[in-house]
């Protein structure tokens, strides 16, 4: 609990609160990145369903990759590095 108090005192959480576009700044960003989270989830999804075999993976390989050193494969497997 004591991060999270860290975080309200914050300048940057007093800008968000107190400023006029502060919230609806952090609001749209969020909304954008779930929506391309959302997209590419969708896009991935039909293509293992069969449904877009037009896609290629070939071609969305290089969203595949994460900082994380998970990468997955074209070939649907999933390697640890």
């Given at each position: 609990m004591s991060s999270l108090q860290w975080l309200e005192q914050t300048t940057f959480s007093d800008w968000v609160l107190t400023?006029?576009?502060?919230?609806?700044?952090?609001?749209?960003?969020?909304?954008?990145?779930?929506?391309?989270?959302m997209g590419l989830l969708l896009i991935?999804?039909?293509?293992?369903?069969?449904?877009?075999?037009w896609l290629c993976l070939n071609s969305l390989s290089g969203l595949?990759?994460?900082?994380?050193?998970?990468?997955?494969?074209?070939?649907?497997?999933?390697n640890t590095q």
């Open positions: 400023s006029l576009i502060g919230f609806p700044l952090m609001l749209s960003l969020h909304a954008v990145g779930m929506a391309i989270s991935l999804n039909l293509r293992m369903l069969g449904l877009s075999s595949l990759r994460t900082d994380a050193g998970i990468e997955v494969k074209t070939d649907g497997l999933v």
